[in-house]
């Protein structure tokens, strides 16, 4: 049974709607599940050269790969930045794909939720971090998929939900994503 899941929100924006969707979401699982987020606002940019020497790899890098590793799932709350993903979150990707040995990303059970101000609710960005994902063994959810387009008319900045038909919807996608996260759970 899924304990632990790690939000893993792509935008940095202290107010963003990406981090009021965590918020939101979050309130949808069982009591018994413990939300982890996971900060990627303090990874410097990716380096390889960084890893080759321990004393010179970030602390920070270190610690997103553990809290990583540690969590039984995870949530990808992303915007769409010019149809794709935001340069913080694809940081954050490349630091938890190295060492090729032992990839954080690797086996975890994932749910891609996107969103954006216009129409197409995050397609692109949506369509990318799979692709990344699937490249570095992650399992990506893959129904129901979750695109929320005009996000200024589904949720404001607090986290609340202002679309009945949206909240049923997200409530849904919760009760899939856990049903889908324990089929991989040992």
Known sequence: MV????????????????????????????????????RID??????????QDVSLRPSSYDRFRREVKAQDALIIISPEYNRTIPAALKNAIEVGSRPMTDIVFNGKPTLIVTQSAGS???????????QALV????IAMPQPEVYLSEIHKVIDKEGNLLRTDTTTF??????NFLAFADRFMD
């Open 135 to 138: 490249f570095l063994n992650a």
């Open 42 to 51: 303090d990874l410097p940019l990716f380096n390889p050269d960084l890893d």
């Open 170 to 175: 997200l409530q849904l996608v919760v009760t």
């Open 120 to 130: 197409m609710g995050g397609f692109g960005v949506n369509h990318h971090l799979r």
């Open 3 to 38: 304990k632990r899941i790690g939000i893993i929100v792509g935008s940095i924006r202290e107010k963003s709607y990406s981090k009021s969707l965590a918020k939101a979401i979050s309130g949808f699982f069982p009591k018994n599940t413990e939300i982890n987020m996971i």
